[in-house]
């Protein structure tokens, strides 16, 4: 059975960037194995996100303005971590969200 994996930050309180905007990351992610090479990543929209970073093992990997991503060409039965991070119109970046990790499904042994 797969696991599905959720962070989401909660914002101190009194933490508001030069543009009014929190820089605290209030996205709540989720990491799913589809396949032996895919992972399928969610999270929640916001509201002050003009796009979203998404980090695996700390590396950005892509810009999306898609709450949604498929990450492929991974390898079998391997774990990866992601992170996300919002920006606003402004640039300002926001913090990252809790790092997930989640493993791909094992495939199994091929046959004789």
Known sequence: ?????TS????PPGRISP??????CFVALTVTPVSASQMALTWQKSA???FYRVYRN?????NDTQNT???SGLGSGTQYCYQIR???AAGTES???STVCNSTFVLPPSGP
């Open 1 to 5: 059975m797969a696991n599905d994996y």
């Open 8 to 11: 989401q930050n909660v914002d």
């Open 19 to 24: 543009f009014g905007v929190s820089t605290t």
């Open 48 to 50: 002050t996100a003009s």
């Open 58 to 62: 700390g590396i950005n990997i892509v």
């Open 69 to 71: 991503y498929f990450d």
């Open 86 to 88: 919002t920006v606003d």
């Open 95 to 97: 913090s990252f969200t």
